[in-house]
């Protein structure tokens, strides 16, 4: 049961893990190499850590662990702490990688290993997951829903399993106004009155559009138009039961499935908001990869981008990606051995401590203009201003006055000149249909207008015990000690210009 005596403090937390195996999929992402790394550097007597990767074999899965895990930068503390040689012997003894996929039975692994697995892990993690908005449907599906079933039929083997901790996201809550609850679905239950979502039947349609697809196309089958089919298959698919794309849909199903195959399986949902940097440790604004409100930063930095989609009023929902990992092992701990429990929690911050796009936007503005950017040339890259959009609608009349109508004009000439201009023609008018597209896309995600509660979140920090000392505060994940200004400044921004513009 939880914890709600102010009982949990960073020693137990780190000593839960002493002699525990844990499987984490999902290892080479972000988030999952924040949580490898923190295990290992705070419990270093944690038995075995298991990581599935995609790979051919054994020896691929093990490379790829070292090129995408163990030799990133995050572990700089680690290697600090054991030597090089040190480091590498550490890593050999307590990760083991796998080589195989969730969204196959058994996760692709052969008997021996999965029965190794089913007497040795105490803990699941799934943290795998494809994270593109318009992703193809039967791709989203494979990973983010049957990735869940797979997992749940193989953590019912388990004979020591303690908990199963998946992540999701709380934009899989869809894209409401007001106060979203932390609420798992309900089978069923769809963000459109009147509709009922039957994941089976979602699959089987995935499936027999793929076979038509196919059959259509005969010999001049083009991956292509297969990809661009099922992509769309999975916008209309979720736009029919309310959700805005592909990646929050398959999500809320992953969840929803979760909630119906567990039993008495211990079961932690937690979903985070957009996450960010690390804001702390083990490498204050460290990060992979870029997140959507990122583009404002990244087009500061590049000075290539001129207009925004974004109301700098509204609240972006950002988390640091190292509260994220320590909220996961606050919930492992008080979540352990929880039969039958279901719980979700979100990781958010517009609840608490609400951060408005406005701040990333002046941040970024004070950044650049006292440190500028230098182009190839030497020359000092001047900081210009960036125009916003605070509706849909007005990008798509600045987009129809400014590209399409010269399109249209640039058309017409090409018609009178015989097709002179036919390739630049085809060339903008595809780049213009791309931007509208994305728009299309990711506009719902931009001016989102729902406030996350977190209280699930707020009763587990409650049974936190105050730290006495900066090193007795290894697992925070409160967001009101975030100053959203100066962490943008003096950490996130530049952690963008370090790690993800190299």
């Given at each position: 049961?939880?914890?709600?005596?102010?009982?949990?403090?960073?020693?137990?937390?780190?000593?839960?893990?002493?002699g525990?195996?844990?499987?984490i999929?999902?290892?080479?992402?972000?988030?999952g190499?924040?949580?490898?790394?923190?295990?290992?550097?705070v419990?270093?007597?944690?038995?075995?850590?298991?990581?599935?990767?995609?790979?051919?074999?054994?020896?691929?899965?093990?490379?790829?662990?070292?090129?995408?895990v163990?030799?990133a930068?995050?572990?700089?503390?680690?290697?600090?702490?054991?030597?090089?040689?040190?480091?590498?012997?550490?890593?050999?003894?307590?990760?083991?990688?796998?080589?195989?996929?969730?969204?196959?039975?058994?996760?692709?692994l052969?008997a021996?290993?999965?029965?190794?697995?089913?007497k040795?892990?105490?803990?699941?993690?799934?943290?795998?997951?494809?994270?593109?908005?318009?992703?193809?449907?039967?791709?989203?599906?494979?990973?983010?829903?049957?990735?869940?079933?797979?997992?749940?039929?193989?953590?019912?083997?388990?004979?020591?399993?303690?908990?199963?901790?998946?992540?999701?996201?709380?934009?899989?809550?869809?894209?409401?106004?007001?106060?979203?609850?932390?609420?798992?679905?309900?089978?069923?239950?769809?963000?459109?009155?009147?509709?009922?979502?039957?994941?089976?039947a979602?699959?089987?349609?995935?499936?027999?559009?793929?076979?038509?697809?196919?059959l259509?196309?005969?010999?001049?089958?083009?991956?292509?138009?297969?990809?661009?089919?099922?992509?769309?298959?999975?916008?209309?698919?979720?736009?029919?039961?309310?959700?805005?794309?592909?990646?929050?849909?398959?999500?809320?199903?992953?969840?929803?499935?979760?909630?119906?195959?567990?039993?008495?399986?211990?079961?932690?949902?937690?979903?985070?908001s957009?996450?960010?940097?690390?804001?702390r440790?083990?490498?204050?604004?460290w990060?992979?990869?870029?997140?959507?409100?990122?583009?404002?930063?990244?087009?500061?930095a590049?000075?290539n981008?001129?207009?925004?989609?974004?109301?700098?009023?509204?609240?972006?929902?950002?988390?640091?990606?190292?509260?994220?990992?320590?909220a996961?092992?606050?919930?492992?701990?008080?979540?352990?051995?929880d039969?039958?429990?279901?719980?979700?929690?979100?990781?958010?911050?517009?609840?608490?401590?609400?951060?408005?796009?406005?701040?990333?936007y002046?941040?970024?503005?004070?950044?650049?203009?006292?440190?500028?950017?230098?182009?190839?040339?030497?020359?000092?890259?001047?900081?210009?201003?960036?125009?916003?959009?605070?509706?849909?609608?007005?990008?798509?009349l600045?987009?129809?006055?400014?590209?399409?109508?010269?399109?249209?004009?640039?058309?017409?000439?090409?018609?009178l000149?015989?097709?002179?201009?036919?390739?630049?023609?085809?060339?903008?008018?595809?780049?213009?249909?791309?931007?509208?597209?994305?728009?299309?896309?990711?506009?719902?995600?931009?001016?989102?207008?729902?406030?996350?509660?977190?209280?699930?979140?707020?009763?587990?920090?409650?049974?936190?015990a105050?730290p006495?000392?900066?090193?007795?505060?290894?697992f925070?994940?409160?967001?009101?000690?975030?100053?959203w200004?100066?962490?943008?400044?003096?950490?996130?921004?530049?952690?963008?210009?370090?790690?993800?513009?190299?």
């Amino acid at each position: 049961m939880v914890m709600m005596d102010g009982s949990l403090d960073a020693e137990k937390i780190a000593g839960y893990f002493k002699g525990k195996s844990i499987l984490i999929t999902g290892a080479t992402g972000f988030l999952g190499k924040i949580l490898v790394e923190k295990i290992l550097r705070v419990q270093p007597e944690v038995r075995k850590i298991y990581l599935l990767v995609r790979a051919m074999d054994a020896e691929s899965a093990k490379q790829r662990v070292e090129a995408e895990v163990t030799d990133a930068e995050l572990f700089c503390l680690l290697r600090e702490k054991h030597g090089k040689g040190g480091f590498e012997l550490f890593v050999e003894e307590k990760i083991v990688p796998l080589a195989g996929d969730v969204m196959f039975e058994n996760m692709g692994l052969d008997a021996p290993m999965l029965e190794e697995l089913a007497k040795e892990v105490d803990i699941i993690v799934n943290g795998a997951a494809t994270t593109n908005f318009y992703e193809r449907y039967d791709v989203a599906l494979d990973v983010n829903v049957v990735g869940v079933k797979y997992l749940c039929q193989f953590a019912k083997k388990c004979a020591n399993l303690k908990m199963l901790l998946h992540v999701s996201t709380a934009f899989a809550a869809g894209d409401r106004e007001g106060l979203i609850m932390e609420k798992p679905f309900k089978k069923g239950e769809t963000l459109r009155e009147g509709t009922y979502l039957d994941i089976d039947a979602e699959l089987r349609l995935a499936g027999d559009v793929k076979k038509q697809l196919l059959l259509a196309a005969g010999d001049d089958a083009s991956d292509k138009t297969e990809r661009k089919a099922m992509k769309e298959l999975g916008l209309q698919r979720s736009r029919h039961f309310g959700w805005s794309n592909t990646y929050v849909f398959t999500k809320a199903m992953g969840e929803m499935l979760l909630g119906q195959l567990h039993g008495s399986i211990p079961v932690v949902i937690l979903r985070p908001s957009i996450i960010t940097s690390i804001f702390r440790d083990p490498l204050p604004g460290w990060m992979q990869g870029t997140r959507t409100i990122d583009t404002i930063i990244i087009g500061y930095a590049k000075q290539n981008l001129s207009c925004f989609l974004a109301d700098l009023e509204l609240t972006m929902d950002v988390i640091p990606g190292d509260m994220v990992a320590n909220a996961m092992m606050a919930a492992m701990v008080a979540h352990s051995g929880d039969e039958g429990a279901e719980v979700m929690y979100h990781t958010t911050s517009s609840l608490r401590n609400p951060a408005p796009y406005g701040v990333l936007y002046e941040s970024g503005r004070r950044h650049f203009y006292e440190n500028p950017r230098l182009g190839k040339d030497g020359r000092v890259i001047p900081t210009k201003e960036m125009h916003f959009f605070k509706t849909i609608a007005s990008f798509h009349l600045y987009m129809l006055i400014k590209y399409k109508l010269p399109l249209e004009i640039l058309h017409l000439v090409n018609l009178l000149l015989c097709g002179l201009f036919s390739q630049l023609y085809e060339d903008l008018n595809r780049k213009y249909k791309f931007v509208v597209h994305l728009v299309d896309v990711y506009g719902p995600f931009a001016f989102f207008r729902g406030c996350f509660d977190d209280m699930n979140l707020e009763r587990l920090r409650l049974t936190m015990a105050p730290p006495t000392s900066p090193e007795d505060d290894l697992f925070n994940f409160d967001p009101k000690t975030v100053d959203w200004n100066e962490y943008f400044y003096k950490i996130h921004i530049p952690g963008i210009l370090k790690y993800v513009l190299k």
